[in-house]
């Protein structure tokens, strides 16, 4: 039924919105009118205009009926809000709509290589090096013994590598809860982009992710040592190396850079396989060293563990692929070392 009011066409809904916004006297008129199955069709407009009488002006009635349809707007995008956190609720834990589509493997895996040959393209254009701004010894090391293994590796990523990384990724995400997209994040040893980009897409913004490694095809990760760090005193809230440690020739100076650029009470997470511990701590083989013994590299700065894990609990509960790593999540205080 559609209702002509001082020259508007005006249906039901428009009409309850109305009365109910109109003042309460003009309002209380209109009220009896509305959903009043008896009045025809015909006879509506007429009992409506005769109601109000001159209570109603064509201006009053202009700027009404704006808000009206503002109003009907609003109620629309309240209902598809009411359709999208039924379907794709969005918690702390639960990634956006657009993030959820990303994270899907395939769409995932295109996304990576897409923005890989994009890099890589744009700096053959550029004639820019993978390797600059270190000295001529570390870049022999680098290109005899880095770069040959992990350019074989760079794009190999998703394949073996995602589950690990996105299951430390998740249990930071439970540690961080509400101040997860505030938290800057040093990546160390990324090798490709993948990690940070889990990262983004998994709640901690990509603006406040920097990535370092020996190489790099990518202006998300910056080339630069783990033993040298390019950074200020604090200025990461969760210091990331993912099996990046265990290639330290001097891990003393690695850990003191670590503990350095991280602020108070920040995040280290430390995760290697149980060769690199050994190596590290020159524990004796006849055991695999575990957890306890990697926190120790960072004594006396260990404030709170968050979680351990050594290589035995792995193979029990995740299966043999990932059963060779020994992983930390602590926090730090940095006046127990001073
Ligand atoms: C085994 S890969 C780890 C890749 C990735 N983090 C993962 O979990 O799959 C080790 C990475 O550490 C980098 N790396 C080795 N020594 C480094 C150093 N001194 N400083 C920074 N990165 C280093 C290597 O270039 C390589 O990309």
């Given amino acids: 039924m559609t209702l002509d009011l001082l020259g508007y066409k005006l249906n039901k809904r428009s009409f309850a919105d109305l009365a109910e916004?109109?003042?309460?006297?003009?309002?209380?008129?209109?009220?009896?009118?509305?959903?009043?199955?008896?009045?025809s069709k015909s006879n509506f407009s007429n009992q409506v205009e005769a109601a109000?009488?001159?209570?109603?002006?064509?201006?009053?009635?202009?700027?009404?009926?704006?808000?009206?349809?503002?109003?009907?707007?609003?109620?629309?995008?309240?209902?598809?809000?009411?359709?999208?956190?039924?379907?794709?609720?969005?918690?702390?834990?639960?990634?956006?709509?657009?993030?959820?589509?990303?994270?899907?493997?395939?769409f995932f895996s295109l996304w990576f290589r897409f923005r890989m040959l994009r890099h890589f393209g744009f700096m053959v254009l550029k004639k820019k090096p993978l390797v600059h701004k270190l000295d001529?010894?570390?870049?022999?090391?680098?290109?005899?013994d880095v770069l040959p293994y992990n350019m074989s590796q760079v794009a190999m990523f998703l394949?073996?590598?995602?589950?690990?990384?996105?299951?430390?990724?998740?249990?930071?995400?439970?540690?961080c809860g509400k101040h997860t997209n505030t938290q800057q994040v040093l990546c160390v040893g990324p090798r490709n982009e993948a990690e940070l980009l889990l990262f983004s897409l998994h709640g901690f913004p990509l603006k406040n992710i920097v990535g370092i490694d020996l190489f790099s095809y990518s202006?998300?990760?910056?080339?630069?040592?783990?033993?040298?760090?390019?950074?200020?005193?604090?200025?990461?809230d969760i210091y990331y190396s993912a099996f990046t440690l265990a290639y330290s020739q001097d891990v003393e100076r690695a850990s003191a850079e670590a503990i350095r650029v991280t602020k108070d009470d920040g995040l280290m997470v430390i995760t290697m396989t149980v060769r690199g511990v050994a190596l590290l701590t020159g524990k004796p083989?006849?055991?695999?060293?575990?957890?306890?013994?990697?926190?120790?590299?960072?004594?006396?700065?260990?404030?709170?563990?968050?979680?351990?894990?050594?290589?035995?609990?792995?193979?029990?509960?995740?299966?043999?692929?990932?059963?060779?790593?020994?992983?930390?999540?602590?926090?730090?205080?940095?006046?127990?070392?001073s």
């Avoid at 003042?23 to 509305?34: G, K, T």
């Avoid at 064509?58 to 039924?86: C, D, F, N, P, W």
């Avoid at 202006?219 to 760090?229: E, F, R, T």
């Avoid at 894990?309 to 127990?336: L, R």
Wanted: net charge neutral; proline share 5%; hydrophobic share 40%.
């Fill in 21 to 39: 916004m109109l003042p309460a006297d003009v309002a209380s008129c209109l009220r009896p009118l509305v959903g009043n199955p008896a009045l």
């Fill in 285 to 337: 083989a006849d055991r695999a060293p575990g957890a306890r013994d990697m926190l120790e590299l960072f004594a006396p700065y260990v404030r709170h563990v968050y979680f351990q894990e050594n290589a035995e609990w792995q193979q029990e509960h995740m299966g043999d692929d990932e059963s060779t790593c020994v992983t930390a999540i602590f926090s730090i205080d940095k006046a127990a070392g």
């Fill in 159 to 175: 394949e073996g590598h995602r589950y690990r990384t996105e299951r430390i990724i998740l249990l930071l995400k439970a540690l």
């Fill in 136 to 144: 001529r010894d570390q870049k022999e090391y680098i290109t005899q």
């Fill in 52 to 106: 109000l009488g001159n209570k109603l002006t064509q201006q009053h009635l202009t700027v009404t009926l704006r808000e009206a349809k503002r109003l009907q707007i609003k109620r629309i995008g309240r209902y598809v809000e009411s359709l999208r956190t039924t379907f794709f609720p969005s918690t702390s834990f639960t990634p956006s709509l657009l993030n959820y589509i990303r994270l899907r493997p395939l």
């Fill in 219 to 236: 202006p998300l990760v910056h080339v630069m040592d783990m033993h040298d760090l390019d950074f200020e005193n604090d200025t990461f």
